[in-house]
T-cell receptor, first 117, second 112 residues
């Protein structure tokens, strides 16, 4: 399977615990995005990387959220001291950006569903 | 921040009827993309529009980008039950980097 893969698919945790999600993008894609989606809403932008550089982070994102893409391949999203309001589907997407051209289509993974009790 | 609104939020049609969803932004957009998300699934790319006034067709789906590049529409002719899902527009603001902002979505239900 050469699509975007995310792990774990489901995570149930208690409030206050830390969680980490992993995303493996399509191998030749240089851009990687994290979105959060709650029921009935559209995906909400969290952050994105071009290669290993984190180019933008949502101002809505608290300091409890951190993302990395250390070697420009896979990425991790960590949420510290989880709160019930963090319960959502965390979606990863990748794309291939050519310099001077518009952003191409995003390929999404199946998502990691977080439930905070 | 940039907001992209879609109307309607929900539409229920009988198979064979047409369907249209509209996407509106208060700011000028660099380009706009459309995605479909089936129930329980993840968003899947449908199309990208770049030019002012652009119209693109994919079988029964017609996509249009407004002349002012602030709005877009998706029209489905003669809906089928396989069209069920939520349709999102996603926009890149000309003033920002390549962040894709998703609209609020229109959920389409099709019954026989």
């Amino acid at each position: 399977d050469t699509g975007v893969s995310q792990d774990p698919r489901h995570k149930i945790t208690k409030r206050g615990q830390n969680v980490t999600f992993r995303c493996d993008p399509i191998s030749e894609h240089n851009r990687l995005y994290w979105y959060r989606q709650t029921l009935g809403q559209g995906p909400e932008f969290l952050t994105y990387f071009q290669n290993e550089a984190q180019l933008e982070k949502s101002r809505l994102l608290s300091d409890r959220f951190s993302a990395e893409r250390p070697k420009g391949s896979f990425s991790t999203l960590e949420i510290q001291r989880t709160e019930q309001g963090d319960s959502a589907m965390y979606l990863c997407a990748s794309s291939f950006k050519i310099q001077g051209k518009n952003t191409g289509e995003l390929f999404f993974g199946e998502g990691s569903r977080l439930t905070v009790l | 921040g940039q907001q992209v609104m879609q109307i309607p939020q929900y539409q229920h049609v009988q198979e064979g009827e047409d369907f249209t969803t509209y996407c509106n932004s208060s700011t000028t957009l660099s380009n706009i993309q459309w995605y479909k998300q089936r129930p329980g699934g993840h968003p899947v790319f449908l199309i990208q529009l770049v030019k002012s006034g652009e119209v693109k067709k994919q079988k029964r789906l017609t996509f249009q980008f407004g002349e002012a590049k602030k709005n877009s529409s998706l029209h489905i002719t003669a809906t089928q039950t396989t069209d069920v899902g939520t349709y999102f527009c996603a926009a890149i603001n000309t003033g920002t980097a390549s962040k894709l902002t998703f609209g609020t979505g229109t959920r389409l239900q099709v019954t026989l």
